[in-house]
Nanobody, 123 residues
Framework: QVSLVESGGGSVQTGGSLRLSCAASGNIASTYCMAWFRQSPGKGREAIAHINKDGGTYVAGAAKGRFGISRDSAKNTVDLQMNSLKPEDTAMYYC?????????????????WGQGTQVTVSS
């Protein structure tokens, strides 16, 4: 079992930055993929970025060049640094984890989810 708790959300103006953090507890050593997703009202859940146990990262097109994901194994945290925020980035952001290794950490294969943290970007 893995428990995930997100923090760091809030309200910022266009062009601002936020750093989201996901604190993981439980069977952390076995966690292979860690990811950030987001969901806006009326829209489906969107994968933003993931990082695997070996440090390999992927950032989705909408966030590429603006967002970065990092993992601190000593602290059991995964952070999402978000820069140059836009109103369309407004959403609830969720942290997710997958225990078993899988190539490319597909978005549909995550087993554990946090409760989410709200990000609101105003124009």
């Amino acid at each position: 079992q893995v428990s995930l708790v997100e923090s760091g959300g809030g309200s910022v103006q266009t062009g601002g930055s936020l750093r989201l953090s996901c604190a993981a507890s439980g069977n952390i050593a076995s966690t292979y993929c860690m990811a950030w997703f987001r969901q806006s009202p009326g829209k489906g859940r969107e994968a933003i970025a993931h990082i695997n146990k070996d440090g390999g990262t992927y950032v989705a097109g909408a966030a590429k060049g603006r967002f970065g994901i990092s993992r601190d194994s000593a602290k059991n945290t995964v952070d999402l640094q978000m820069n140059s925020l836009k109103p369309e980035d407004t959403a609830m952001y969720y942290c997710a984890a997958r225990l078993r290794a899988i190539a490319n950490c597909p978005a549909t294969t995550y087993n554990y989810w946090g409760q989410g943290t709200q990000v609101t970007v105003s124009s």
